[in-house]
C-alpha cells in the first residue's frame, strides 16, 4: 500500500491503549519576574502561561488521534485537580476516556516542564508529580476489568509500560499477565507493547523496544545479548528494535530484517519519538500485515514529530507531503 491507502485504510480502525497515562504541563516562566518571596526570600519562578497535553500512553493516542484513528486509553489516574485537567485534555483531543478509572488517593502522574518565554528552552529542573508507591490491588482490578470490557470491541491492542519503578506504573505483574494470557488466547489480534525497562516479562505480544531497552532486557532475560533467542523466549509473533536514525529491525519466526530510514540531521526535539512510531506503525501492520511497511510508516511519522518542540503530532497532509 503507498501512504494514501495507507492514510484511508487506518480510519477504521479502533484502538485500545492500556498503561501509563500522565499529564504533561508546558509552563513559560518569566526571567524578568522571578523576585524574591517577602516571607522566605527565595526568588519564585514565575509562570505565565500554562498549557496541558495527555503525555506517556497519552502521547501515543495523540499520536493516533492526528492519524483520524478512533482510540480509547484504560489507565488508572488520581481523582484530583491534575486528574480533573488530565481527563478534561482527553476529551478535547477526542480521546475516549471512559476507561480510565479516577482512583481516590492516587496521585496523577504529572510532569511540570519549565520552559523561558524569552528563549523557548526548557531551561530549569522539571517540577514532577509522581505516585511513589504500588498499585493497590483494588485499582490494578479496576484497571483489568476495564481492559477486559474493551477488548472485544477494538481491533489493536497497544500497551504503553513506562514507568521505571520496580513492580511498574498502572501495568504491574497482576494486569501484564492478564494481557498476556488474553493475547495468548486471541492469536489473531495485534497487541503491541513498549515496555521501558520490563520487555522480557512479557509473553505473545509483539514487543517495540528501543535498541538500548532491547540489550538490557535481553542481558537481564539471556546472560547475553541474542535477539532471536529473547524473541523466543518471550514468545513474541514479532519482535522490533528500533534504532534512531539507522531504522529499525524486525526478528520473527522467518528470520532478521533490517528496514532503513533517511537520518534526520539536527532534530528540534526526539522526545516522544519512540511513541509516534508506536502510533504508525501498529495501526500499518493490522491493515497492511507486513511489518515493513508498518516500520517504514512509523518511521515517516516519527521523522515528523521530532522536528516539531514537545510532543508533536504528524498529520495526513504532512504525511502524503513527505
Known amino acids: 500500500m503507498n501512504v494514501g491507502e495507507i492514510l484511508e485504510k487506518i480510519r477504521g480502525v479502533r484502538v485500545l491503549i492500556v498503561g501509563d497515562l500522565c499529564l504533561d504541563r508546558w509552563c513559560r516562566y518569566d526571567p524578568a519576574l522571578s523576585e524574591a518571596s517577602r516571607e522566605t526570600g527565595i526568588p519564585r519562578t514565575a509562570v505565565v502561561s500554562t498549557e496541558v497535553t495527555p503525555g506517556a500512553a497519552g502521547t501515543i493516542a495523540n499520536n493516533l488521534r492526528a492519524l483520524g484513528v478512533d482510540v480509547a486509553i484504560a489507565a488508572a489516574i488520581g481523582a484530583d485537580g491534575f486528574g480533573f485537567e488530565l481527563e478534561r485534555a482527553l476529551v478535547q483531543n477526542g480521546i475516549r476516556s471512559e476507561f480510565v478509572y479516577r482512583a481516590p488517593g492516587l496521585a496523577t502522574f504529572t510532569y511540570t516542564k519549565l520552559i523561558n ?168 501492520l493490522h491493515v497492511t500485515g507486513s511489518a515493513e511497511q508498518a516500520v517504514r510508516f512509523g518511521n515517516m511519522v516519527a521523522s515528523i514529530t521530532i522536528m516539531k518542540p514537545g510532543t508533536g503530532t504528524a498529520s495526513p497532509e504532512e504525511l502524503l507531503a513527505q
Not at 529542573?125 to 490494578?140: G, K, M, S
Not at 488466547?185 to 516479562?201: F, T, Y
Open 117 to 284: 518565554v524569552n528563549t523557548g528552552v526548557e531551561d530549569l529542573p522539571r517540577v514532577d508529580f509522581i505516585q511513589a508507591h504500588d498499585l493497590p490491588r483494588d485499582v490494578e482490578d479496576a484497571v483489568i476489568a476495564r481492559v477486559e470490557a474493551a477488548w472485544n470491541n477494538v481491533d489493536v491492542v497497544v500497551v504503553s509500560d513506562q514507568a521505571e519503578t520496580a513492580t511498574g506504573g498502572v501495568v504491574t505483574p497482576r494486569v501484564r499477565e492478564w494481557i498476556c494470557t488474553r493475547a495468548a488466547q486471541d492469536p489473531a489480534k495485534i497487541v503491541w507493547v513498549d515496555s521501558r525497562v520490563r520487555s522480557e516479562h512479557f509473553r505473545h505480544v509483539i514487543l517495540k523496544p528501543n535498541r538500548d531497552e532491547a540489550e538490557e532486557s535481553s542481558l537481564r532475560a539471556l546472560g547475553r545479548i541474542d535477539f532471536p533467542a529473547y524473541r523466543e523466549l518471550t514468545k513474541s509473533p514479532l519482535l522490533i528494535v528500533t534504532r534512531g536514525g539507522e531504522g529499525a529491525s524486525i526478528y520473527s519466526a522467518d528470520g532478521e530484517t533490517n528496514v532503513v530510514t533517511e537520518r534526520i540531521e539536527n532534530p528540534v526535539d526526539i522526545c516522544g519519538a519512540g511513541d509516534s512510531f508506536t502510533a504508525g506503525a501498529v495501526v500499518t
